[in-house]
């Protein structure tokens, strides 16, 4: 199973700024997803990002908003850009592991925007 | 797209009580995953199920593909199953794949 780490685990900004959030895996993955879950909803997923080309976004999300780096293997960013209260979430990153297809996520971080 | 509904949605169980969670989904599906989240968020896989019947300790899960549905089975419940537990399904499309989750179950155990 993989392990994956998020930083940071949680943060308050105030509204208009950016944060930028990693994800770290132990092991080289080719698939890594973000998702974003509001308060007391299920998991929407934002993007998968691949080593090495652009990531794919799902309808309703888009790149100025939620630009996503994949510089190697193992690591990952997603940054969520001019926040507003209704960006206020928890964002995973979630990697698929290529030998028995299951999915393992990080622990998350919670995001409250002011 | 397709579409993926859990029940019940809640559920509260007194402990060493059994329970059913169901999962359907509308269109045909690759893989699908059961997870729990536990009360600090944290999301764990329970069993990747894409047809057939598992069983891992106190929980057991069943997927009848042909038919778009899941069960997962909870027998002796303790208070620390509770959270919630997500039914996801994996559809490729383009040669991408991706999970989409489902609604969920918030199930709570009381001591």
């Known amino acids: 199973s993989a392990v994956i780490s998020q930083k940071p685990s949680r943060d308050i900004c105030q509204r208009g700024t950016s944060l930028t959030i990693q994800c770290q895996v132990d092991s080289q993955v080719t698939m890594m997803f973000w998702y974003r879950q509001q308060p007391g909803q299920s998991l929407t997923l934002i993007a998968t990002a691949n080593q090495g080309s652009e990531a794919t976004y799902e309808s309703g999300f888009v790149i100025d908003k939620f630009p996503i780096s994949r510089p190697n293997l193992t690591f990952s960013t997603l940054t969520v850009s001019n926040m507003s209260p209704e960006d206020s979430s928890i964002y995973l990153c979630?990697?698929?592991?290529?030998?028995?297809?299951?999915?393992?996520f990080g622990p998350g971080t919670r995001l409250t925007v002011l | 797209g397709i579409q993926v509904e859990q029940s019940p949605p809640d559920l509260i169980l007194q402990e060493g009580a059994n329970s059913t969670l169901r999962c359907n989904f509308s269109d045909s599906v690759n893989n699908l995953q059961w997870f729990h989240q536990n009360p600090w968020g944290q999301l764990i896989n329970l069993f990747y199920?894409?047809?057939g019947t598992k069983q891992n300790g106190r929980l057991s899960a069943t997927t009848v593909a042909t038919e778009r549905y899941s069960l997962l089975y909870i027998s002796s419940s303790q208070t620390t199953d509770s959270g919630v537990y997500f039914c996801a399904v994996e559809r490729s499309a383009s040669g991408t794949y991706k999970y989409i989750f489902g609604t969920g179950t918030r199930l709570k155990v009381l001591a």
């Open positions: 199920i894409p047809s």
């Open positions: 979630s990697v698929e592991d290529g030998q028995t297809d299951t999915q393992y």
